[in-house]
Nanobody, 121 residues
Framework: LRCSCRLGGGLVQAGGSLRLSCAASGSYVMGWFRQYPGKEREFVAAITWSGGNTYYTDSVKGRFTISRDNAKNTMYLQMNSLKPEDTAVYYC??????????????????WGKGTLVTVSS
């Protein structure tokens, strides 16, 4: 189980877009979490590797799209219509086995290094 890649964070103006990517293998489900300063990591989106089932937290529905390329063992998070409240450190995460749907922070058994996404007004 691995997640090693350039995540693709950065600074963007409100309304802009960014795409995050993460590579991993041996995962049943992968997802994205984010962490605000002084807060614990929270769920953003997840995708099952085989079936491609997706789930999003309400605050990003219609704006973020999670996808995966099985051949490349890569997961993506396309973030559109970004808002200042999306500013956070984003983490790639993976779980080897099903532990619930959507996956929770405690259910993930791999965490990539976080990348800072900053959305300015």
């Amino acid at each position: 189980l691995r997640c090693s890649c350039r995540l693709g964070g950065g600074l963007v103006q409100a309304g802009g877009s960014l795409r995050l990517s993460c590579a991993a293998s041996g995962s049943y489900v992968m997802g994205w979490f984010r962490q605000y300063p002084g807060k614990e990591r929270e769920f953003v989106a997840a995708i099952t590797w085989s079936g491609g089932n997706t789930y999003y937290t309400d605050s990003v529905k219609g704006r973020f799209t999670i996808s995966r390329d099985n051949a490349k063992n890569t997961m993506y998070l396309q973030m559109n219509s970004l808002k200042p409240e999306d500013t956070a450190v984003y983490y790639c995460a993976a779980a080897r086995y099903y532990t619930g749907w959507p996956p929770s922070r405690v259910g993930m058994d791999y965490w990539g290094k976080g990348t800072l996404v900053t959305v300015s007004s």
